[in-house]
Structure formats: C-alpha cells, structure tokens
C-alpha cells in the first residue's frame, strides 16, 4: 500500500463500552502489517489514562484526559498536539480515539483552523463510530449523544453482536438509519474489522461532512466520575462484592487491580463486569469510575468511603 502525503486520520469514536479500544487496536495491527507506521492520540474523559496502557510501547502515543478534545476544556490542547505531530514526527497514519462522551462533528472545523500551521496537510479517512449492541437500544431513548456521534460518522460499526439476537440486530440498524441514512453499517464482534479488506483505499479523497456538522456541540452531559487509587494487592473475595454494587450505578468501570494471585484487568459496562488476567503490572490499582447521571453525589462519597476501608483493612 502506498504511503500518502497528507496524513490520513481514521476518528473513533463510540459511547462508553462500546469497544473503541478493542477496535483501534485491531486497527493498528492492521495498519502496521501493511508497513504502515501509526501515531495514535487517545482521549479519555477520566481523570486516568487507562486506555493508552494497552497500546504497544513502540506506538507513537498521546493521551489527553479529563474531559472530551471537542469540548472547549480540552480543545485547544488537542489542536496543539495535532500541530506537533505534523512538526516532530514522520508518520503514514493518524488514529484518534475519542471519549466515549464526545460529539466529533467539531473535527471538521478543527482541521480547517490549523490548516495553515501543519508540516502537511490532514486527510480524515473515516470517522468511524463503534456501537454496543447489548445496551444501544435501551441508551439510545436517552442520551442524545449516540445521536451526535452517529450522525458525525461514515461507519457504524455495531459491536458484540454475538450477545444479541438478529432482530435486536435489525432494530439497532433501523434506529441509526433514522439517525444517519447515509452511514455505512458493519457488524462485529470483539471489535474485528478488517478495514483494508472491507474498503481497501487509503488515496481516495477526504470524506464530506458528516450529517452532525454545522449543529451546536453543547459539550458532554453532565456525568460524575470517580477515580480509585491503592497500593496494596487485595483479595478478590473481599473487593468483588463492592464491583458488583457499584456497577449497577455506572456507565463505566475500567482499570487495573493487583489481587493477592496477581495482575488483573477490571472491566465493566453498564452491569456487565469482567475480571481478566494481565501480563503487565503497574505501580499501584487504579480504576476509573464513570457514573450514571442519576447517581447523586452523596452515593459516590460512599463508595469512595467503602474503597477507602477495603483498602485499610
């Protein structure tokens, strides 16, 4: 495959769970077999960067946390970063993740405004949008910001269709239609796309705008967070039961703890928890915790409180 001057960006985005991470992974190896080196720009709207600890140390790698790149809080460092790589580095492709919070309509603007202080010019590829079929229907009647990114995006791709039914399939396909009838749909599982395979050019022109450009970005919902810190391994026994009670109040949980057998990677969306062993160890637990917005301040005192006890015990 050629390589191609300007810089092609592939934007992922997706709500919370939705498998991003998994996808751009499977991306990048796809990518680099084809002698393609990749910078990746990850943005998590947790206090902790959680997600950049899985991609490969030999990946070019920048995390911006705390909030969404396409808000105004986060905006202008994404676009500083986007000016230094084009200035520092020599790369084929460009992938960026964005927090599962975010509306990316903005990234055409975004581009436009640097336009004139890049090395070389920006090609958004795809705007590529990751779906979570067990739970889009049920979080698709209240959160306009499924909406947002849909209507932002080129690809749908609905993920984890192995936990759902064909007709549960065909509705989520028929709600993203409503939302973008031109959107073009895909359906995995585990995030496996073959992206070259399914659309095989990288030289074909930069995409139109999506359905979403031009509409206000009224930033993220308001959403609590909550980040859990020790440095002491902990027993499964004792500490599951505080994961199983806290999941039923979050969107989101992810990080990694240290049991008293080893490294585990703790990850949960909505009610769904998974525990799985990890090679890597890091230097202290440290999870992420991201509520529903009906979760009031008082409960995630408490849960701070109970984590705090766990861990003194």
């Known amino acids: 495959m050629e390589k191609l001057d300007p810089l092609p960006i592939f934007l992922i985005n997706g709500f919370l769970g939705a498998g991003k991470t998994t996808y751009l992974i499977n991306l990048l190896s796809e990518l680099e077999s084809q002698n393609l080196k990749c910078g ?8 902790l960067g959680i ?8 990946v070019l790698l920048v995390e911006i946390n705390s909030g969404s790149i396409f808000c105004q809080c986060l905006n202008n460092q994404f676009l500083e970063n986007l000016i230094n790589i ?28 640097i336009e004139n202080q890049i090395y070389k010019k920006y090609l958004l590829k795809e705007i590529i949008c990751l779906i979570d079929a067990f739970f889009f229907l049920e979080l698709s009647t209240t959160l306009q910001t499924l909406e947002h990114q849909i209507k932002a995006s080129t690809i749908a791709l609905i993920n984890k269709i192995d936990l759902v039914e064909p007709e549960t399939i065909h ?26 395979q399914s659309l095989p050019s990288l030289k074909a022109t930069q995409i ?15 959403i609590k967070r909550l980040l859990l810190i020790s440095n002491r391994p902990l027993s499964k026994e004792v500490v599951m039961p505080f994961f199983e009670e806290l999941k039923k109040h979050t969107f989101r949980i992810k990080g990694f703890l240290q049991f008293l057998d080893g490294w585990c990677q703790i990850n949960s969306v909505n009610t769904q928890l998974k525990i799985s062993k990890i090679e890597k160890s890091f230097l202290t637990n440290q999870i992420v915790v991201i509520f529903r917005n009906t979760v009031r301040q008082e409960q995630i005192l408490v849960f701070r409180q109970q984590w705090n006890q766990l861990n003194s015990n």
């Open 86 to 113: 084009t200035k520092n580095h020599q790369l084929d492709v460009l992938l960026i993740e964005a927090s599962g919070l975010a509306d990316p309509s903005i990234i055409y603007d975004n581009l436009r405004q």
């Open 171 to 196: 509705a989520i396909e028929n709600r993203i239609r409503e939302y973008n009838p031109n959107i073009m749909l895909y359906q995995t599982s585990f995030g496996k796309f073959n992206y070259i």
């Open 208 to 222: 139109k705008h999506g359905l979403g450009i031009g509409e206000k970005n009224e930033g993220i919902p308001s």
């Open 51 to 58: 997600d950049g600890q899985l991609i490969p140390d030999d």
């Open 40 to 47: 990746v720009i990850i943005n998590e709207f947790g206090d």
